[in-house]
């Protein structure tokens, strides 16, 4: 294990909290929440939505988190979106304020949910880029919403979920993924451009390797004052993987949050962390990751 994940396994197990928590935020792939044609014992089903045990187990998973703000992905329509958000009340979560977003794919969308309200909204739907003749969406576009934890103390929040791996025949799936982290990277630029002090989080399911030129994208040049750092997480046994994939048995880290150099001295390392479920596999192919971040005051 790297040095400096070691570290951070440890402050996490053994270190104390030294000032009081503003809030968690949590950021979760909760595997097709919507209505889609499924496999069940090796038959296919009609459209159908996501199956109860696995939506039971993914309210169970954040009643257990308990976060103040909430991103997801790969959600479906505004009945699914309902669903979720009236789920976790039940379960005694109440996060009323609510952010949607969805790309060039009408089937899958972006999701925020917070404790505290929503005082503005940028959501970018229409993104569009080039690939040799053809233009293509950004298929989940972004999530963009500024929460207020008090008067004085807002955290901009930017979701995505980048093109999957999964080859398409449009174009190489890599490139596309390139070009959406770009668009994203404009995004950040020009937020960034307006505020250098913005405090501020992008988050979500990347699609992509640490060492991969998307993610180097986003994060932008080290020396930068735009530098998006990423916020490094382990689970409690120091392990860093965020993703299952079973057909080929390989567990990976897609899901990552990058902050602004002025938001970057609130996150607490302690508290934050990849959740650990041995049986995450029962609600979702992803791990939540979550983040515990400090009121400056």
């Given at each position: 294990?790297?040095?400096?994940?070691?570290?951070?396994?440890?402050?996490?197990?053994?270190?104390?909290?030294?000032?009081?928590?503003?809030?968690?935020?949590?950021?979760?792939?909760?595997?097709?929440?919507?209505?889609?044609?499924?496999?069940?014992?090796?038959?296919?089903?009609?459209?159908?939505?996501?199956?109860?045990?696995?939506?039971?187990?993914?309210?169970?998973?954040?009643?257990?988190?308990?976060?103040?703000?909430?991103?997801?992905?790969?959600?479906?329509?505004?009945?699914?979106?309902?669903?979720?958000?009236?789920?976790?009340?039940?379960?005694?979560?109440?996060?009323?304020?609510?952010?949607?977003?969805?790309?060039?794919?009408?089937?899958?969308?972006?999701?925020?949910?917070?404790?505290?309200?929503?005082?503005?909204?940028?959501?970018?739907?229409?993104?569009?880029?080039?690939?040799?003749?053809?233009?293509?969406?950004?298929?989940?576009?972004?999530l963009d919403a500024t929460v207020e934890v008090r008067a004085g103390f807002r955290i901009r929040f930017l979701g995505v979920h980048l093109k999957?791996?999964?080859?398409?025949?449009?174009?190489?799936?890599?490139?596309?993924?390139?070009?959406?982290?770009?668009?994203?990277?404009?995004?950040?630029?020009?937020?960034?451009?307006?505020?250098?002090?913005?405090?501020?989080?992008?988050?979500?399911?990347?699609?992509?390797?640490?060492?991969?030129?998307?993610?180097?994208?986003?994060?932008?040049?080290?020396?930068?004052?735009?530098?998006?750092?990423?916020?490094?997480?382990?689970?409690?046994?120091?392990?860093?993987?965020?993703?299952?994939?079973?057909?080929?048995?390989?567990?990976?880290?897609?899901?990552?949050v990058f902050c602004s150099r002025s938001l970057r001295p609130l996150i607490d390392m302690r508290g934050s962390r990849i959740h650990l479920d041995?049986?995450?596999?029962?609600?979702?192919?992803?791990?939540?990751?979550?983040?515990?971040?400090?009121?400056?005051?």
């Amino acid at each position: 294990m790297p040095a400096f994940f070691f570290a951070l396994f440890l402050a996490q197990v053994h270190g104390r909290d030294s000032e009081a928590l503003c809030l968690t935020f949590c950021s979760y792939n909760v595997r097709n929440w919507l209505k889609m044609e499924r496999f069940e014992k090796g038959r296919q089903k009609e459209v159908v939505g996501k199956p109860e045990g696995e939506k039971q187990r993914v309210i169970g998973t954040l009643a257990e988190i308990a976060p103040d703000v909430l991103g997801l992905c790969e959600v479906g329509d505004e009945q699914d979106v309902a669903e979720i958000q009236g789920r976790l009340k039940e379960a005694g979560l109440d996060l009323p304020h609510l952010e949607t977003c969805r790309g060039g794919d009408l089937t899958r969308g972006l999701m925020l949910l917070s404790r505290f309200p929503i005082v503005a909204r940028s959501s970018q739907a229409d993104l569009r880029y080039r690939i040799g003749g053809m233009t293509l969406p950004m298929q989940r576009g972004i999530l963009d919403a500024t929460v207020e934890v008090r008067a004085g103390f807002r955290i901009r929040f930017l979701g995505v979920h980048l093109k999957s791996m999964r080859e398409v025949p449009e174009a190489d799936q890599a490139l596309m993924r390139k070009h959406e982290a770009r668009l994203l990277r404009e995004r950040l630029d020009s937020i960034l451009a307006a505020d250098l002090k913005v405090k501020m989080l992008s988050y979500g399911d990347f699609n992509e390797h640490r060492n991969g030129a998307a993610i180097a994208t986003i994060m932008g040049g080290r020396s930068s004052p735009g530098f998006m750092a990423e916020v490094p997480l382990a689970d409690k046994h120091g392990q860093f993987w965020t993703h299952f994939w079973d057909a080929a048995d390989t567990y990976s880290r897609l899901d990552y949050v990058f902050c602004s150099r002025s938001l970057r001295p609130l996150i607490d390392m302690r508290g934050s962390r990849i959740h650990l479920d041995p049986e995450f596999d029962k609600a979702s192919d992803h791990r939540p990751v979550v983040i515990r971040i400090r009121d400056p005051q």
